[in-house]
């Protein structure tokens, strides 16, 4: 299999917004046709799931103008420039929830919507969570809770986790302590 | 909490594709300011995870243009305009793989992006599966493994798997043969 498969012949830029940039590729097939594929270019991001000394699981929950729903979800946040995606990792779960992790460990890296977008989120463990004062962005709007692994293993079975990563993490945390 | 948190002022639609919509919205935030928040609307889609009667899993490798990369994911495909999730999902099981289920049952339905996406995915569990000819359209081009639970859970622990929603379909699968 060569390592493009579906080289670009022509693209175009139709969107350069603050998060996403929108793209358009006239791609050419494997049979020497061609076609369309629109996608959407992402900094990528990380996300933290973590257990305190309470045994709980910090959660944020926030409104998200995609889905026009308020979603609970682990602590995330967009990948900066230069910057390392562990280090954004603490600096995320400290401005979201207040805890500095003592241990950050990379549990898994994926892409949410390979069919259309780029973005790859790092999935940490924290451990040795030390409670603090959260900090927000200005535009951040959000309300941190806590969870027992019983709850969140309850929510798993009822299907009940909207986002994709916090499934994803919940049910690696779940297997751990089952 | 009100249940829309971020009403919109003012809404652009910037582009409108073959699969994707991208719209830019002025949104008030709860503190009266305003913010920007970019907004890519997709029809949702359907994935699929089954084991055959030798207890291998059908899994598809095909090209994924927005990351570039071959991907090894669960049989999937977006949703269509007036026909049940459970539906599309049988089809695209059978086009890409050529199984067809006997039983389809919902395991979860969550978000893949909020941030920055509405797409929502149904997977699925299917059972009682029977070995068919796969049929793909023009402008997939895709290749079926069948893997073992064993290789499924190995490359889960390796943290290998490059897609959200096959991580999470594999990791619920493993969870009950353990």
Redesign the interface.
Known sequence: ?SS???PTIQKET??Q????D?E??D?E???G?T??????K?PG?VAVIGVNEDGKIPLVRQ?????????L?IP?G?REAEEEAKITAARELQEETGYTAGHLQ????????????????HLYLATDLRAGRSQTE??E?LSVEEWTIAEARSALRE?S?????T??AI??LV?KY?
Chains 1, 2 share one sequence.
């Open positions: 299999m493009s498969h579906e139709l969107y917004g603050k998060i996403i929108v358009v590729h791609v097939l494997p049979d046709k076609s369309k594929r629109e996608v959407v992402h991001a409104f998200r103008k995609a889905t026009e729903e308020f979603l979800e995330a967009k990379e549990m898994a890296c994926f892409y949410t919507s390979p069919g259309f977008a780029d973005e790859l989120i200005a535009d709007f299907g986790w909207r986002d994709a990563k499934a994803f049910q690696s297997a089952d």
